[in-house]
């Protein structure tokens, strides 16, 4: 069976740095692109990025490229997601997810609140 | 960037009746298109790929069709489990985008 678990909830203040993490299970963690999607506080789903944690390429969404990082260790099934520097508005539900093009499996979501 | 852009926003449909949702692209992605269902409080769940595929375990009403920048998904009948948050998704080019949904409540 595969599985996506995230790292746990977050509350940080501005300007602080994060780095959360989805370990993958039950599938070939090398072979499949694995991403990250945004959902702010009511609103709708937005595509950040994906990695290829065979050999680490990258892709951003124009809209997120220079404000995250998006990295994976392929020696424990992980990918992660981080920021140097938060902002209020990156307070969001985040989910990890593996991408088949479509998108086939979601990780349960890890909620960052940012707030001073 | 391909914009997605989903119709209505908000549908207002009985149990039992059918649900048509559209999803229109701004440019063509061909059949790279998925549709996802988000229930409150849950994660996303894949519907359909390929434009017209159900994914494992989905009830055949469901249904999608459509090819190029137009694109709809169908729900033939309407179960209480269906009133939800609809999504879709291209998948044509490197930088994926959604739609930005549409809920399904009930009348």
Redesign the interface.
């Known amino acids: 069976e595969v599985q996506l678990v995230q790292s746990g909830a977050e509350v940080k203040k501005p300007g602080e740095s994060l780095k959360i993490s989805c370990k993958g299970s039950g599938y070939s963690f090398t072979s499949y692109w694995i991403g990250w999607?945004r959902q702010m506080p009511g609103k709708?789903?937005?595509?950040m990025g994906i990695i290829y944690p065979g050999d680490s390429d990258t892709?951003y969404?124009?809209?997120f490229q220079g404000q995250v990082t998006i990295s994976a260790d392929k020696s424990i099934s992980t990918a992660y997601l981080q920021w140097s520097s938060l902002k209020a508005s990156d307070t969001a539900m985040y989910?990890c997810a593996t991408?088949?093009?479509?998108?086939?499996y979601?990780?349960?979501?890890t909620l960052v609140t940012v707030s001073s | 960037?391909i914009v997605m852009t989903q119709s209505p926003a908000t549908l207002s449909v009985s149990p039992g009746e059918r649900a048509t949702l559209s999803c229109r692209a701004s440019q063509s992605v061909s059949s790279?298109l998925?549709w996802?269902q988000?229930k409150p409080g849950q994660?996303?769940?894949?519907l359909i790929?390929?434009a017209s595929t159900r994914?494992t375990g989905i009830p055949a009403r469901f249904s999608g069709s459509g090819s190029g920048t137009e694109f709809t998904l169908t729900i033939s009948s309407l179960q209480s489990e269906d009133f939800a948050?609809y999504?879709c998704?291209q998948?044509n080019n490197?930088?994926?985008?959604?739609?930005?949904?549409t809920k399904v409540e009930i009348k």
């Not at chain 1, 709708?44 to 595509?47: A, K, Q």
């Not at chain 1, 991408?99 to 086939?104: A, E, L, R, T, V």
């Not at chain 1, 979601?106 to 979501?109: C, I, N």
């Open positions: 999607v709708g789903l937005e595509w892709r969404s124009p809209s989910y991408h088949s093009g479509w998108i086939d979601w990780g349960q979501g | 960037e790279n998925a996802y988000q994660a996303p769940r894949l790929y390929g994914a948050v999504y998704q998948y490197w930088s994926w985008t959604f739609g930005q949904g």
